[in-house]
């Protein structure tokens, strides 16, 4: 099986930083793309941004400019570092990845359980 871990969220004030970290682990062969998705309380899941096992990436409009996401491939790793955060970035910020398992040609998305980002002062 495959798990991804989410770590560093947290409280921060608007205008301040953060940087969330997903580490996938298991059995498996490869990893495609990998993101980041957020939900706010009483709205949909959306995503925030992605990126490529080539490191391409691609951001909501709403993060432009703020957030980062980057992989360390090696360590099945992905980042996304959050700057000039506002109180409408708080949600559960997700982790995805797509993945390529060592018994199926297949690729299957998995998800991480959910890390809590609020912006407040």
């Known amino acids: 099986q495959v798990q991804l871990v989410e770590s560093g969220g947290g409280l921060v004030q608007p205008g301040g930083s953060l940087r969330v970290s997903c580490a996938a682990s298991?059995?498996?062969?490869?990893?495609?793309?990998m993101g980041w998705y957020r939900q706010a309380p009483g709205k949909q899941r959306e995503l925030a941004a992605t990126?490529?096992?080539?490191?391409?990436?691609n951001y909501a409009d709403s993060v432009k400019g703020r957030f980062t996401i980057s992989r360390d491939n090696a360590k099945n790793t992905v980042y996304l570092q959050m700057n000039s955060l506002k109180p409408e970035d708080t949600a559960v910020y997700y982790c995805?990845?797509?993945?390529?398992?060592?018994?199926?040609?297949?690729?299957?998305?998995?998800w991480g359980q959910g890390t809590q980002v609020t912006v407040s002062s």
């Open positions: 995805n990845a797509e993945v390529r398992l060592r018994t199926s040609s297949s690729i299957y998305d998995y």
């Open positions: 990126i490529t096992s080539g490191g391409n990436t």
């Open positions: 298991g059995r498996f062969r490869s990893i495609n793309a």
